[in-house]
């Protein structure tokens, strides 16, 4: 009998567990009342009184030992197994709830991509850092000409001009100048005006400009695009009006207005009484803008527009003060 304990104490030093199998296998041999260790007791109720003292005392650190190194077993399991956890990362498991949403002007911007991606137009974009000529040259701003005045702009650096872009229509031109017509893209995109900032203005906003270049495209394409457009935006019954403007890129041009959804035409504040919001700019782009792009102007006409996205977000949530959507005040965003 001494012999077997040495043995099994033996085999218990030596014992290791790489497997929660292992260590069941452990459990069962030596600490369960059916292992090894019942064998053991039963002969030791069969032995001479004399011998039991000095076998018991063995019989004991026996048991203390399988006990010890079973616990000693579990330990190394559990700490395998969170080296490999940490270890690896599981991508396709569910993030964290966020407290983030998304933010207002995003949400408009998608909606307006959605809405014209479905009339078949692509989404294109440009660097917000320009040069002169694909912010104004060949937009069709003379040299010293006023009209650039109609854009405060901030300069980079001057001769050669680098400027941050005052409108997104700098996409068109880098579209057109690289590709042969038809173009028909929408531009969205941050812009920037070296104006006060106020409720009502700032010097970085978001514009969304549409350029559609083809054979044939006329003013009624232009009509129907952005009358879609606007029922789609702000509800089936609304209406659409332009007036007669000025851009130095199209030709003839016009302010696009439409029909104040908020008071269905009685008039009120956000309409200023009038019945009608103004929520961009557009025209047929000017011959001199497509020769300045390599395309023939007897071949080829289109139209373009442009239009806010903080203002639409504004008329469409009712919001009051443009400098919300750059403040990254949590008690605004989390309303969308
Ligand atoms: N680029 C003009 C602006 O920023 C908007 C516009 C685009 C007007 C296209 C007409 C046609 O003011």
């Known amino acids: 009998m001494i012999e077997k304990i040495q ?32 064998e053991l007791f039963d002969s030791f109720k069969t032995i001479p009184n004399e011998q039991k003292k000095e076998l018991g005392a063995k019989l004991n650190v ?152 083809d054979k044939a495209v006329s003013f009624k394409d232009l009509k129907q695009t952005l009358y879609h457009f606007s029922k789609e935006m702000f509800g089936k019954d609304t209406q659409i009006r332009f007036r007669p403007s000025y851009f130095p890129f199209t030709e003839p041009s016009a302010e696009i207005d439409i029909s104040c959804f908020i008071c269905k035409g009685d008039g009120c504040k956000i309409c200023k009484h009038t019945g009608w919001v103004e929520i961009g700019g557009s025209g047929m782009v000017d011959p001199n803008v497509l020769e300045a792009c390599g395309i023939d102007s007897k071949e080829y006409s289109g139209f373009a527009f442009g239009m806010g996205i903080e203002r639409i977000t504004m008329l469409k949530y009712r919001i009051g003060d443009l400098r919300l959507f750059s403040e990254n005040d949590l008690r605004f965003l989390k309303q969308f």
């Open 7 to 38: 043995q099994y104490l033996e085999e218990i030093e030596n014992t290791t567990a790489k497997s929660k199998d292992e260590l069941e296998q452990f459990r069962l041999r030596f600490i369960s009342r059916k292992g090894v260790m019942s």
């Open 62 to 213: 026996l048991k203390q030992k399988a006990e010890a190194q079973f616990q000693s077993l579990i330990e190394q399991i559990n700490d395998s197994n969170s080296k490999e956890e940490s270890g690896s990362i599981d991508v396709t498991l569910p993030s964290f709830k966020s407290d983030g949403t998304i933010h207002p002007l995003t949400k408009t911007r998608n909606r307006i991509i959605q809405i014209f991606e479905r009339q078949g137009f692509s989404v294109a974009e440009g660097p917000e850092i320009e040069d002169d000529f694909h912010n104004f040259t060949a937009l069709n701003f003379p040299e010293n000409h006023p009209a650039r005045e109609m854009q405060d702009t901030y300069f980079i650096t001057k001769n050669p001009d680098t400027l941050l872009r005052t409108h997104t229509s700098n996409v068109q031109i880098r579209l057109m100048e690289h590709g042969t017509p038809p173009f028909r893209s929408i531009m969205p995109g941050r812009v920037y005006r070296n104006e006060a900032i106020s409720a009502r203005a700032h010097c970085f906003f978001n514009q969304v400009e549409g350029l559609y270049v």
